[in-house]
């Protein structure tokens, strides 16, 4: 089950969207405005966030940002009838899993959630802290810690495949299966955007003199996490 | 045949025309003074100063006419850029605040039809897969509107790599329509550099063409790599009775009927903004071929 900040200034969209995410055993609240859904995401503490990015009193993408700094311990999902490029990378780049555009397909939002849930009871199973030499990954909190000692944060598709591969880690995981499990059905990236991805987590793992994690290629087949110090 | 829009530049057109005028008839109108100016001594064989003033009263108020002119053939520009930038916006904020009412239409609709599936009447159940149909129509004739006055607007694309062929298929599924699909190409995870939802609107478009225009609803699609591109070759069994040469001009329809005249034409924009190409080729049985960069290409 899911604790589910709807934000959405559309009456009927945003009570349809509560009522039958309630429906389907979610924890949902619902805020109308920009005011109102900081009062919410402080009091719920919800684990998933359902943002539109035009609201009477604020930009969603700036609200967004503000909740990013208060908490990273949660999925951000913009539901938005804005569909250029510019305003998606920002939102991607404020930490968003994803961005849809309106009017979406509800087959599309319920494939997202299944995903979400998933992920997250994959991330329940592993520890709060994971420590390998100077190196340590936060997989709840969307971050790592560098050989320098720096905290990065990661996307959510990021940590996703960090931990996709920490899981399976000294087995190669064929490129195929990075993207059926981190895109889904639905999305049809190319193996070289699973490749811009690793390029960031194989700079964390290089930060590290001793190597304590390598995440190298395997020719043809995919990415292989290997764990060195324990 | 290479898609080439008459209105492609056509304020830059207006402009450099203007400009040609405006420049054309100041030298005109100098070069006539200079000539009367040069020559007065043999004009003025009686009454010199007469003629001096004639010329020079004569002369600037041609020059000054003439400025003036150019002057409000430039306002005129100007004006007609403002009107353009003003309506491309209006349409753009229209589309959006039709959007979201529209995803709230859909989304009713599906709950709607989620509930009617367990009840087992055939006739509601029909009409509601209508109501999301119909939903799904509006919602790519928007797209449409909106590519395009973004387009206009010098509006970029997010380029990146994606896999061509289940794209298409989900394309097709997501419009689930009764169009058969005959996909071949030798490797089936052959990639392009493609904006998303650009492309996505280029397929549907094609899709929905055949559907619209073609009685028979099969359709060939052959992919193949060439050097650093991707080349898609579609064809249905439609029959196209207009002028070939006017295709892909914005607002064009040969069936005024059918369509809105600017899917083609939004098609060709987006290719090229994808450093790729459509050319449009036999007579009656048209085959449309869609040029891509290859996702291969892209450095991380």
Same mark, same amino acid.
Request: include cysteine; charged fraction near 25%; aromatic fraction near 8%.
């Given at each position: 089950?899911?604790?589910?900040? =709807?934000?959405?200034?559309?009456?009927?969209?945003?009570?349809?969207?509560?009522?039958?995410?309630?429906?389907?055993?979610?924890?949902?609240?619902?805020?109308?405005?920009?005011?109102?859904?900081?009062?919410?995401?402080?009091?719920?503490?919800?684990?998933?966030?359902?943002?539109?990015?035009?609201?009477?009193?604020?930009?969603?993408?700036?609200?967004?940002?503000?909740?990013?700094? #208060?908490?990273?311990?949660?999925?951000? +999902?913009?539901?938005?009838?804005?569909?250029?490029?510019?305003?998606?990378?920002?939102?991607?780049?404020?930490?968003?899993?994803?961005?849809?555009?309106?009017?979406?397909? +509800?087959?599309?939002?319920? +494939?997202?959630?299944?995903?979400?849930?998933?992920?997250?009871?994959?991330?329940?199973?592993?520890?709060? #802290?994971?420590?390998?030499?100077?190196?340590?990954?936060?997989?709840?909190?969307?971050?790592?810690?560098?050989?320098?000692?720096?905290? =990065?944060?990661?996307?959510?598709?990021?940590?996703?495949? +960090?931990?996709?591969?920490?899981?399976?880690?000294?087995?190669?995981?064929?490129?195929?299966?990075?993207?059926?499990?981190?895109?889904?059905?639905?999305?049809?990236?190319?193996?070289?955007?699973?490749?811009?991805? =690793?390029?960031?987590?194989?700079?964390?793992?290089?930060?590290?003199?001793?190597?304590?994690?390598?995440?190298?290629?395997?020719?043809?087949?995919?990415?292989?996490?290997?764990?060195?110090?324990? | 045949?290479?898609?080439?829009?008459?209105?492609?530049?056509?304020?830059?057109?207006?402009?450099?025309?203007? @400009?040609?005028?405006?420049?054309? @008839?100041?030298? $005109?109108?100098?070069?006539?003074?200079?000539?009367?100016?040069?020559?007065?001594?043999?004009?003025?064989?009686?009454?010199?100063?007469?003629?001096?003033?004639?010329?020079?009263?004569?002369?600037?108020?041609?020059?000054?006419?003439?400025?003036?002119?150019?002057?409000?053939?430039?306002?005129?520009?100007?004006?007609? &850029?403002?009107?353009?930038?003003?309506? &491309?916006?209006?349409?753009?904020?229209?589309?959006?605040?039709?959007?979201?009412?529209?995803?709230?239409?859909?989304? &009713?609709?599906?709950?709607?039809?989620?509930?009617?599936?367990?009840?087992?009447?055939?006739?509601?159940?029909?009409?509601?897969?209508?109501?999301?149909?119909?939903?799904?129509? @509006?919602?790519?004739?928007?797209?449409?509107?909106?590519?395009?006055?973004?387009?206009?607007?010098?509006?970029?694309?997010?380029?990146?790599?994606?896999?061509?062929?289940?794209?298409?298929?989900?394309?097709?599924?997501?419009?689930?329509?009764?169009?058969? /699909?005959?996909?071949?190409?030798?490797?089936?995870?052959?990639?392009?550099?493609?904006?998303?939802?650009?492309?996505?609107?280029? $397929?549907?478009?094609?899709?929905?063409?055949?559907? $619209?225009?073609?009685?028979? &609803?099969?359709?060939? /699609?052959?992919?193949?790599?060439?050097?650093?591109?991707?080349?898609?070759?579609?064809?249905?069994?439609?029959?196209?009775?207009?002028?070939?040469?006017?295709?892909?001009?914005?607002?064009?329809?040969?069936?005024?009927?059918?369509?809105?005249? /600017?899917?083609?034409?939004?098609?060709?924009?987006?290719?090229?903004?994808?450093?790729?190409?459509?050319?449009?080729?036999?007579?009656?049985?048209? $085959?449309?071929?869609?040029?891509?960069?290859?996702?291969?290409?892209?450095?991380?």
């Amino acid at each position: 089950m899911l604790n589910i900040l =709807i934000v959405e200034d559309e009456e009927n969209l945003g009570s349809t969207l509560e009522e039958y995410l309630r429906g389907l055993g979610h924890k949902c609240v619902w805020a109308k405005s920009g005011s109102e859904a900081t009062l919410l995401f402080k009091k719920n503490s919800p684990n998933l966030v359902l943002m539109d990015i035009g609201l009477p009193d604020t930009n969603g993408l700036k609200l967004a940002s503000l909740f990013r700094k #208060e908490r990273k311990d949660f999925v951000l +999902l913009f539901l938005s009838a804005l569909n250029d490029p510019e305003t998606k990378v920002e939102a991607l780049e404020i930490g968003a899993e994803d961005y849809i555009t309106k009017p979406f397909a +509800l087959k599309e939002l319920i +494939l997202r959630l299944e995903r979400i849930l998933k992920t997250q009871a994959s991330f329940e199973t592993l520890p709060e #802290e994971i420590v390998h030499g100077p190196l340590k990954i936060w997989f709840r909190r969307y971050e790592v810690k560098d050989g320098n000692g720096n905290i =990065i944060a990661l996307s959510q598709k990021e940590c996703a495949i +960090l931990e996709l591969l920490y899981k399976k880690h000294n087995v190669a995981v064929p490129r195929e299966e990075i993207i059926e499990k981190i895109w889904g059905e639905d999305k049809f990236p190319s193996n070289r955007t699973v490749d811009n991805y =690793i390029v960031k987590l194989r700079k964390w793992c290089e930060s590290d003199p001793n190597r304590s994690i390598e995440i190298q290629s395997i020719r043809s087949i995919g990415y292989k996490l290997t764990i060195n110090h324990e | 045949m290479k898609i080439k829009n008459p209105f492609d530049h056509s304020s830059v057109l207006l402009l450099s025309l203007s @400009l040609l005028w405006a420049i054309v @008839l100041f030298l $005109i109108g100098a070069w006539w003074v200079y000539l009367l100016m040069h020559y007065e001594n043999i004009l003025a064989h009686t009454d010199r100063l007469k003629i001096t003033k004639m010329i020079i009263w004569e002369g600037g108020s041609f020059i000054i006419l003439l400025l003036l002119l150019s002057v409000s053939f430039l306002l005129l520009y100007l004006k007609d &850029q403002r009107k353009t930038k003003s309506l &491309q916006a209006f349409f753009a904020s229209l589309s959006h605040e039709l959007k979201t009412p529209l995803a709230s239409i859909r989304l &009713q609709s599906e709950v709607i039809n989620e509930i009617l599936s367990s009840k087992n009447d055939p006739t509601l159940n029909k009409l509601s897969a209508r109501l999301i149909e119909d939903t799904g129509k @509006l919602e790519t004739q928007m797209d449409k509107i909106l590519q395009l006055s973004r387009i206009e607007r010098g509006g970029e694309l997010n380029l990146t790599t994606l896999k061509l062929i289940p794209f298409i298929k989900n394309v097709a599924k997501k419009l689930g329509n009764s169009l058969s /699909i005959d996909i071949d190409s030798i490797n089936p995870d052959i990639s392009i550099v493609a904006d998303e939802f650009a492309l996505e609107l280029i $397929i549907k478009n094609l899709l929905e063409n055949t559907r $619209i225009h073609s009685k028979s &609803q099969n359709v060939k /699609i052959k992919i193949e790599e060439k050097n650093s591109d991707v080349i898609l070759i579609y064809q249905d069994e439609g029959e196209f009775m207009g002028d070939k040469s006017k295709l892909g001009t914005l607002f064009y329809k040969f069936n005024s009927s059918k369509g809105s005249g /600017i899917g083609l034409y939004l098609t060709n924009k987006l290719l090229d903004k994808m450093k790729g190409e459509l050319k449009i080729s036999g007579d009656k049985n048209l $085959i449309f071929t869609l040029r891509f960069k290859s996702g291969e290409d892209l450095r991380a």
